[in-house]
């Protein structure tokens, strides 16, 4: 895992940029920033930056890294099937013993060697967040022979390619957006990319704003919708999505294609062989999660003590022969020795003999942890607090966790899942509840914000009734729009790598993905049961009834709830002031207080004096330091 930016477009110290850019997500990368720049035209320059954590050949895969057909690459991420793409390239001149370049020699032996002189860019325009080319969203476009090899790979990644030859950017995302993958354009036409929206205030143009419409459906459905952020014209690149990138003759940066490689499709069947597809459930988990025991450091699991991180635990002995890698051991924190986490946690170790590392959260932890909350999730968290402290504890010993995040979105495990009705009602109240263009814009389905092929939103309703009518309905919707990748999986990536600690997700391997999209809904929730399916196959492993039947806990208020009432308490009469701070959308923040001081805590350190030199200082200081 690492953390990468660049830039393309008419800049005189591309590199000196990228490298700045890059030195801000050291967190993501302790073990070294490296940059790289070439000149793709007289006026046009290309900058790769690098923060590197070492865990696959440690010594030799620093990036960088270039190929002899003209190509650079960067990558945050990691592609599990690397090795297989070795033997099956026999021939690529490999410079590394790492997975990154598995990469380049995908694209190397799909795009043709023979030089191809790019013809000029006839036209290009504004459309919407970006500078696009005629047909960059249509059939034929020039990402669409991307796909092929980028299908190949099977991994987590946020990747830029700069073909020289072509004088063409490829930036790819992963199937689900495990990895993030950020950018935006300056005034003056370049475009910018990186791990982090943070890193973009290293660009002398770039000043972070708030996105007001983002805003609005983020506090409604409680997760940026689509590929927006908070930030005003920075957007991501979609999960399972390739562009291309070229610049034009005033060296602004043009999208010239876009294509989809990759869409997971939630198709129930009817029939389920309860026995036999119990145990294929559990053989595609097991298989998946010994893919991720690759790594030449330390591997351990994020142990809650709830059902997933405990099928983690319980499969980690056999996935761990299959790999040919050590056991890894578990990592647990809790507020106190009687919380259920902890003690549910100690049974499950105990009982797969799995070494355990137990450390209870200091008093005021949370006080210290909320500002690094905000600075590394970019994002309104507070109930998560403890993820500052647990991933600060593993980092000491390991450089590669194992979690179960994923699990409740194929599985049907969320206690909203029981009672769409209500939630229904929630989130059109929230957006019935203030008088802004955007709310209104979600309820009656129209745009929010420019839509289509590289823009924010994807164009799709969002009509609350609509997108969470049943529950095969609302698994696709948040699959597709945001709910995994901007809430739960953006918390695991942002919260793991401020330690420069990268943690995995076996749920989310390609082959458990397929068979749990198969699964019949009534094997998903049938009240007043959840993750009837997933239950089942949990009781072919050794794990202990309570545990397989326990049901799901908020996870944050799960593993500290009393300190996280307390801090709210203490900060009740900040968040009923805070609320008024946007007038439009005081209703919706005053109905959620800890979301009202976690946008006045986002609002001072990123927006503030530019976002720079805001880390570091005071929670109360921060809170009352804003304008």
Known sequence: MCGITGLLGSESDAGGIASAMAASLSHRGPDGCRSWSASASNDVSIGFGHSRLSIVDIAGSNQPIHSDHGCTLIQNGEIYNFSSIRTEQPSYPWRTSGDAEAILAAHAATISAALEVPQPLQSSSMVGWVRASAGHGESGNPAERHVEWISRLDGIWGFALWDARNQELVLSRDPLGVKPLLRTITDSGALLFASEAKAFCAHPEYTPVLDEAALVARLAFEYPLDDTTLFAGVGQVRPGTVETWRFDSDGRAVLTGVARYSRDEVRP?????????????????????????????????????????????????????????????????????????????????????????QHILAADSFWKALPDLSWFGEDLDLTVLFFQPLFARMAEDVTVGLCGQGADELHGGYPRYQNLAEHRNLIRSRLQSVDHPAAQALLEGADVGPTGPAQPWTGSSHIPDEVFA??????????????????????????????????????????????????????????????????????????????????????????????????????SGHAVEYASDIPTLEPMLKSQPDISIGLRLFRSLHLVDGGVGRHGKDLMELLEDVE
Not at 300 to 329: C, N, Q, R, W
Not at 499 to 506: A, I
Not at 518 to 546: F, G, M, W, Y
């Open 470 to 571: 049943d529950l095969h309905t609302t698994l696709q919707y948040e699959l597709d729009h945001g709910q995994l990748t901007n809430f739960q999986l953006r918390l695991v990536d942002r919260h793991s790598m401020a330690h420069g600690l990268e943690v995995r997700v076996p749920f989310l391997g390609t082959s458990h993905r397929e068979a749990s999209h198969r699964l019949p809904i009534h094997l998903r929730v049938d009240q007043p049961r959840e993750k009837i399916a997933l239950r089942a196959a949990a009781n072919l492993t050794a794990l202990p009834k309570s545990i397989v039947q326990r049901p799901k806990m908020a996870a944050g208020r799960a593993t500290s709830p009393t300190m996280i009432d307390d801090l709210l308490n203490e900060l």
């Open 269 to 357: 069947s009817s029939h389920w062989d309860s026995e036999a597809e119990a145990s294929e459930l559990l053989a595609s988990l097991t298989s998946s999660l010994a893919d991720r025991l690759m790594s030449d450091v330390p591997v351990g699991i994020v142990l809650s003590g709830g059902l997933d991180s405990s099928m983690v635990a319980a499969l980690a002995h056999k996935a761990s022969e299959m790999a040919g890698k050590p056991l890894p051991e578990c990592w647990t924190v809790a507020e106190s020795e009687d919380n259920p986490d902890w003690l549910a946690a100690e049974e499950v170790a105990s009982t797969l003999d799995i070494p355990h590392h």
